[in-house]
């Protein structure tokens, strides 16, 4: 069974540039998560989608945004890019009421 | 607000010598602790889930139990390859987010 798939696994952007990044869940799996982890925060969370629906948020600034696919794909984008953005961006995506796998994640580098 | 520390930050251990891991948290009614290891570059492996206070899981040389108030990490005749990040989340009953600790870096010398 295939894991969860990002793309791109690197991304290395301009201040205020906007970036978009992508998420395949587990095949099965309606339910998608997106986090932000960087060394001095951790892992936090930003949102959560199921059936297309955004069930979930975070405290971030809405400059993050995101989006699933009918089929189950997701898609997050960060408008107006800040240095403090450069972070691991991790997908993570379960089965209604289990555990959640994770992706490798995206490294986005802001300059 | 849900909250979850881990301590200590980091564990340097030689190969064989047992040691535990603490996760503590404060959570609005627990839907379930999540155990995850994390290497340098990738993302995070899930290992345990635990539902209610009395409960354990084990996994090789891995175990991990649960008290109303914190979970444990046993770790019992590490290995170098055990070297990682544990992380420590707790999901609220009302909510679907993971609320993760800053995690405990193992370092396991041969």
């Known amino acids: 069974k295939a894991g969860v798939t990002q793309t791109p696994r690197y991304l290395i952007k301009t201040r205020g540039q906007q970036v978009t990044l992508s998420c395949s869940p587990i095949?099965?799996?309606?339910?998608v998560s997106w986090y932000q982890q960087t060394p001095g925060q951790g892992l936090q969370f930003l949102f959560e989608?199921?059936?297309?629906?955004?069930?979930n948020k975070g405290n971030f600034p809405g400059r993050f945004s995101g989006r699933q696919f009918s089929n189950s794909r997701s898609e997050m984008n960060v408008s107006t890019l800040e240095l403090g953005d450069s972070a691991l961006y991790l997908c993570?995506?379960?089965?209604?009421?289990?555990?959640?796998?994770f992706g490798q994640g995206t490294r986005l580098t802001v300059v | 607000e849900d909250q979850v520390t881990q301590s200590p930050e980091a564990l340097r251990l030689q190969e064989g010598e047992s040691s535990s891991l603490n996760c503590s948290y404060t959570?609005?009614?627990?839907?379930?602790l999540f155990w995850y290891r994390q290497d340098p570059g990738k993302g995070p492996e899930f290992l345990f889930t635990?539902?209610?206070a009395g409960e354990e899981k084990e996994k090789e040389r891995l175990k991990a139990t649960l008290t109303k108030k914190e979970s444990f990490l046993h770790i019992t005749a590490p290995k170098p390859e055990d070297s990682a990040t544990y992380l420590c989340?707790?999901?609220?009953?009302?909510?679907?987010?993971?609320?993760f600790g800053k995690g405990t870096t193992l370092s396991v010398s041969s």
């Open positions: 993570a995506s379960s089965a209604e009421g289990q555990e959640a796998f």
């Open positions: 095949s099965g799996h309606r339910s």
């Open positions: 989608y199921f059936s297309e629906t955004q069930r």
């Open positions: 959570v609005s009614g627990l839907r379930g």
């Open positions: 635990l539902y209610s």
């Open positions: 989340a707790v999901q609220d009953q009302a909510g679907t987010a993971l609320i």
